[in-house]
């Protein structure tokens, strides 16, 4: 997240983050449910960073203390504990009170995760511009569910905020213009008219929507309208308070990515079914297949090509791969390797440029050289494998013992059989070879074949054959 000081006046960000929440139904805090891959409050910080805040705070409950520890860049955010939870107005009042003196704070809500950095840029802009004391942001819903209504007097002033149990039903009727509960204030106003809030008789709790109308009762003719409206986007006030709020939110989430990704260059055939996590990276000119999954950091180079029904998870990509129907993660793909169909990469696999990869095979922890091919219904686990090889179909690394993993190591140039067993821990040589059903038990030496269960040696490379004079 980018901070950076103002020159004319001092920024502080404040995200209230709610805990659990039995609409969630979770042992997770609301904050840390993800949308689009992202945590909820990770993507508002990011949103507040277009304010360039000096200064940055979270109000959590004690279910979520550790929250700021879970965080990207938690050295940039401090903690505030409130406890009992007594409301938002109360919630602003804690951070204030743990910040320094401060020009303007912006307020958000961790549980509104499409709000974007634009927008945030815009709300402090016209707080700035207006001399506002309070700045709200607002949005125009066709239908206002539970929002409270902006209010305005006769000549359009913002003067309060109408909640619905509290509302005139004709008024919330059609496009209403309604509070996302987000806001700018006069950081030095709000620290006393804070200590104003009186408890709702409902609830016990203090509001901070109530500063709206405290500020609009201090209205002088002299002084600018102390409140200010901000217009956002539908997409900036759509709050998750429940898991279909959840699913909703992180529809449009993904909704907007492939919009973007598309504007960049990128073919997506029938977009609708294809799921792309906020952090995913991808090239111009590669094309996404139906029903593939990118997510979380994936990073796919130029002209490549997923899918269909491909899940890549923080997998890393070169240009001009083609992945076909396969499962790659946490693993890295060079140029113009081709992996599938039905292929799984997993667990800090690299596989070198103008690579093969089988259909049914699957490497875990392997290191493949380039222009490696690996044969259909192979399994390579904990293995490095040299350049040129070839692992014929059916051949596995046997890596566990019952006890431990053990690594093999297959040089350059060396031809595996079909259906070779490799028992861990086992090397084989450049240019060694293997018949097809061995069980190569014993290290091959450069040049040599082996056959047979176990595997024995029926040619031994001569000297002149063999580089590394092993022969």
Not at 279 to 289: A, F, H, K, T, Y
Not at 302 to 319: F, K, M, Q, S, T
């Amino acid at each position: 997240m980018e901070i950076s000081a103002s020159p004319t006046e001092w920024v502080g960000l404040l995200v209230l983050a709610a805990g659990a929440g039995s609409r969630m139904r979770s042992a997770t805090p609301k904050a840390l449910h993800t949308v689009a891959g992202v945590p909820m409050v990770e993507r508002v910080l990011r949103a507040g960073a277009g304010a360039h805040p000096d200064v940055v705070a979270i109000v959590a409950s004690n279910e979520a203390a550790d929250l700021t520890h879970r965080l990207q860049n938690p050295a940039c955010v401090t903690t505030v504990l409130q406890d009992p939870p007594r409301g938002t107005g109360d919630a602003v009042r804690l951070g204030l009170d743990a910040l320094p003196d401060l020009d303007r704070l912006i307020v958000l809500y961790c549980d509104h995760p499409l709000l974007e950095p634009e927008t945030v840029a815009r709300l402090l802009d016209g707080s700035r511009a207006s001399g506002a004391r309070v700045t709200v942001l607002s949005a125009t819903l066709d239908d206002p569910a539970g929002y409270g209504r902006i209010v305005r007097d006769e000549a359009g002033f913002p003067v309060g905020i109408a909640e619905r149990r509290d509302d005139v039903r004709p008024r919330r009727a059609g496009p209403t213009e309604i509070n996302s509960g987000m806001m700018a204030l006069d950081a030095r106003w709000a620290r006393e008219a804070l200590r104003k809030l009186r408890p709702s008789a409902a609830t016990g709790e203090l509001y901070l929507t109530e500063l709206v109308s405290l500020a609009a009762a201090e209205a002088a003719d002299t002084k600018p309208w102390p409140v200010a409206v901000v217009s956002g986007s539908p997409d900036d006030a759509l709050g998750v308070n429940d898991r279909i709020d959840l699913a909703r939110a992180e529809a449009r989430a993904w909704a907007r990515k492939r919009e973007r990704l598309m504007r960049s260059g990128v073919t997506m055939r029938l977009p609708e079914t294809i799921v792309v996590d906020e952090d995913v990276r991808i090239g111009p000119d590669s094309v996404i297949l139906p029903h593939s999954q990118l997510l979380r950091a994936t990073a796919i180079g130029e002209a490549c090509l997923i899918g269909p029904a491909a899940v890549l998870v923080n997998a890393r990509l070169g240009d001009r791969v083609i992945v076909r129907s396969s499962t790659i993660e946490d693993s890295e793909i060079a140029d113009d390797t081709d992996v599938g169909p039905y292929a799984h990469l997993r667990g800090g696999s690299e596989v070198g440029p103008r690579a093969h990869i089988g259909n049914f095979a699957e490497l875990k922890n392997a290191r493949l050289a380039a222009e490696v091919k690996v044969g259909h219904f192979s399994y390579l686990g904990d293995a490095s494998v040299g350049e040129e090889t070839n692992i014929g179909a059916g051949t596995i690394t046997a890596n566990f013992d019952g006890t431990a993993k053990h690594r093999t190591e297959i040089g350059a140039r060396a031809f595996i059989g079909s259906d070779t067993i490799l028992r861990a821990p086992v090397r084989i040589g450049d240019d060694a070879r293997t018949g097809a059903g061995s069980v190569v038990t014993k290290d091959v030496a450069a040049g040599a074949t082996v056959v047979g269960v176990p595997a024995r040696v029926v040619r031994q490379a001569r000297k002149s054959d063999d580089p590394s004079g092993e022969g």
